[in-house]
């Protein structure tokens, strides 16, 4: 078993524990254990793109150097931190390639850090855990643990920004993207392609222009049913919260509206390889993806092991 | 027909340059293809858009710039700065004027005074993104 020094940040803890407690269970799986780091910090979320702002990056800094000190006490680690979080992802490698790039930078962070014994060498990788999936475990080992395939599911990918961009974070190519697309045939669903893979969903803007949000929400979802989708699948819990949210609100105000049920990918990989249902936490969805489930026969009638 | 004449003084080139500290990017690279605004997800939201936005600090409008709501819409996707042609990180100048304007006025949103409700219900990186982009 290889062991992997996984940092969750804050939102795997509260309102996306599904995408958390499916990723730990379908990475024991995998042979890729996915071990939490003790005592992380919040990484900052978004990254700063002013050139003169030292403050905003301790965090990071913070979160890869005492991923370097647990990565040590690991059995077979290679020198990896995995996120599951795609905005955790995207902070953490800009600011990892930031201070490669510019020891003067890093010099006056490991100044800051020395109150809590840390210093950062520059030494550690920063990886998704979709990168762990695609180049560690590879598409075919990840569909020979399938046991129950998701037939009848045609889920249409939604990468959002932060997988993708800017070049220092990108996953994958940045216009033509094929690692969801992979994993949800490895998995067998149908696999619906939509343009707006990457169509912003309007990120924090959810907190004081909701607006905003809800017509970015409206294309998202619209382009992905008129193809015929009756799922979407993301890695990002803000994401998943603002279009899950926003198509509840949209479903109440018009009655032709059909809102479309939101997994983390994590949550379609643990369905497929017959984890138990409630580590979905799927009461916690604001579109309850069970009545979909139960009607194509993926949860419910047979109880599998 | 009035015109309007283009002042290039030191107001304009302080403010430009200020401009091009704080985002680190060379605001001349650019040459108005317009491939930043056709590409945003939020330009029909923008009262200017993005290539604009640039024009005008080249010739240092510091009101005009400022006045407009692009910046405050713009939620760093970052889809214009991978696609630029001219290798600009376009997003780090919306940033850039962000930050010129959080530097006078730290609070473009007031944190106390969003309803207990706002707070509770959303997910923590929403907020904290928030906060980081619209606070000083």
Redesign the interface.
Known sequence: MVQYSYFP???LK???KGFEETAIAVSKKLNVELVEIPNWN?C???H??????IM?RIAPVRVLSRSKKHIETLEESPNQVVTL?S?CNSTLKIVSKEVSDNQDTLDKINYQLEDDELTYENDIEVKHFLEILRDSVGYEGISKKVVKPLKGLKVSPYYG?ML????EAKIDD?EMPDVLESLVESLGAELVMSPLF???C????????EN?VS??VEKIVEAATRRGANALVVAC??CS?NIDQQQKAMAKESAGFKPIPIFYFTQLMALAMGEPVKINHFKEHFINPEPLLKELGLIGRKKTK | MSYEYIKFGKEEREFRQKIE????ENIFSCYQCGKCSAGC??SD?MDRTVNQQILRIQLGQKEKVLSANTHW?C?????C??RCPRDI?V??IM??IR?YTLREEPEK?KISE?PKK?LEK?????????F???TG
């Open positions: 940040g804050c939102n509260t309102n996306a919040c900052g979320t978004v700063t793109m002013t050139s003169d702002n905003k979080c905005m920004c993708l961009h800017p070049e940045e990457k169509y912003c309007g990120s924090y803007h959810i907190v004081d222009q905003i017509s970015q819990p803000l919260y | 500290e704080i985002s680190g997800m939020f939201k819409v939620a760093s996707c970052l889809t700065s991978v990180d997003a780090a940033e850039a930050e949103i969003l706002v959303l997910p923590n990186i929403a907020l904290v993104a928030n980081r982009k619209k």
